[in-house]
């Protein structure tokens, strides 16, 4: 089941001990990831000063885009819980005035979107 998450977009979190690992070079001073999500190729950060987006890119993956998101140029986020026959919880973020949500991150059931979404809101209010 783990596999056909990955595939279908379903994030799963992610040791902070491998990220702070892989991804130290993107962090600046006293900067810590304090919470992670894979999902099959891509990840996303919660830093304790913003959100870090990686998505990789083409078929071999040699290409890397690397988002960053102040927690202030958040203006509003929702969350959508699992249901009956949906399975998965969504996060939407909303960057400054946009219209649509420039992040959108679906999560199995064994993440606590609750958690995620207390976590989102210490940050950004």
């Known amino acids: 089941m783990g596999l056909l998450n990955k595939i279908l977009g379903n994030a799963s979190q992610a040791s902070t ?14 900067e810590e990831i304090e919470l992670g999500f894979k999902l099959f190729r891509d990840v996303f950060m919660f830093t304790n000063k913003r959100l870090i987006l990686v998505d990789v890119q083409g078929i071999t993956g040699s290409k ?11 203006s509003r986020f929702s969350l959508e819980t699992s249901g009956t026959f949906d399975l998965d919880a969504e996060l939407k973020i909303w960057i ?15 993440i606590d979107v609750y ?11």
């Open 96 to 110: 400054s005035s946009e219209n649509i949500p420039s992040v959108s991150k679906k999560f199995n059931k064994s």
């Open 64 to 74: 890397i885009e690397y988002k960053s998101m102040p927690y202030k140029n958040i």
């Open 17 to 30: 001990e491998q990220l702070n690992e892989k991804y130290a070079r993107l962090l600046i001073v006293n």
């Open 115 to 125: 958690e995620v979404q207390k976590y989102l809101a210490g940050k950004v209010m």
